[in-house]
């Protein structure tokens, strides 16, 4: 079927904020690159950040059939699917599998490790991104502010404009209500209002260990925030011809 994985990634973040209406907006202090601030525990996280220098951003992937390209860490794993119109490339610090591989065939080295997955759609018309509920929560929104629901939080980073796309960064959590399982991903999403091209990059902590007397969010966080530079120098990267 044409265009099988077309818009995948962004089905995925979507559907998380898709069981409720967003019913309560929370005013954050402004900030351009670090998510609004969640409640401290004051209990000492003791995870393993990547351990790797940020200027060892070295390594290069290209694909010159959808004219990407960007960096990522020399010591990161790196695979990539296409089909039809969508290119899908997940980059972790820790093996990466085939696109579609069931999560009990995957084993897992490193803990607390953290993954980066990039779709790019060209001309991705359904289903329309102008109307999706994320976009348009991420338009009435201002850095650093948040939404929430019954189910998901949804907290506005920046806006961000890469070459002919422009966008925004953001962060999407389990609320404090929620009851399905955690979640914690930062994501950012790209258009082209002229081709309607689609770009999402979404990061995200992976085989995370939670200490007894530790809150899970804390843990997430942490982790996130220990790749944060990893992150921002894969995005800033980006070339799409």
């Keep these: 079927m044409k265009k099988t994985l077309t818009l995948f990634l962004l089905t995925i973040i979507l559907t998380l904020n898709a069981c409720a209406p967003l019913v309560t907006t929370t005013a954050a202090p402004l900030l351009t690159t670090e998510p609004a601030a969640f409640v401290e525990t004051q209990i000492p996280i003791a995870v393993s950040p990547t351990e790797m220098?940020?200027?060892?951003?070295?390594?290069?992937?290209?694909?010159?059939?959808?004219?990407?390209?960007?960096?990522?860490?020399?010591?990161?794993?790196?695979?990539?699917?296409?089909?039809?119109?969508?290119?899908?490339?997940?980059?972790?610090?820790?093996?990466?599998?085939?696109y579609g591989t069931d999560p009990s065939e995957r084993i897992n080295e490193l803990a607390n490790s953290y993954n980066v997955v990039i779709q790019y759609t060209m001309n991705a018309q359904k289903p329309d991104w102008k109307e999706d509920t994320t976009y348009q929560s991420l338009l009435n929104l201002k850095d650093g502010e948040s939404l929430s629901d019954a189910r998901s939080l949804l907290i506005r980073i920046s806006q961000l404009n890469i070459g002919r796309f422009k966008g925004f960064e953001y962060i999407t959590t389990l609320s404090e209500t929620g009851q399905t399982p955690h979640f914690y991903s930062r994501s950012?999403?790209?258009?082209?209002?002229?081709?309607?091209?689609?770009v999402t990059i979404m990061g995200q902590p992976y085989n995370v260990e939670i200490s007894s007397g530790m809150e899970w969010r804390d843990v997430y966080r942490t982790i996130d925030e220990a790749n944060l530079t990893f992150f921002h120098e894969i995005v800033e990267s980006i070339t799409l011809e």
């Design 53 to 98: 220098n940020p200027s060892a951003i070295q390594n290069l992937y290209v694909n010159n059939t959808f004219g990407l390209g960007f960096q990522y860490p020399s010591n990161w794993f790196v695979l990539d699917y296409v089909s039809d119109d969508t290119i899908r490339i997940e980059i972790g610090s820790d093996k990466v599998y085939p």
């Design 188 to 198: 950012v999403m790209l258009f082209d209002e002229q081709t309607n091209d689609l």
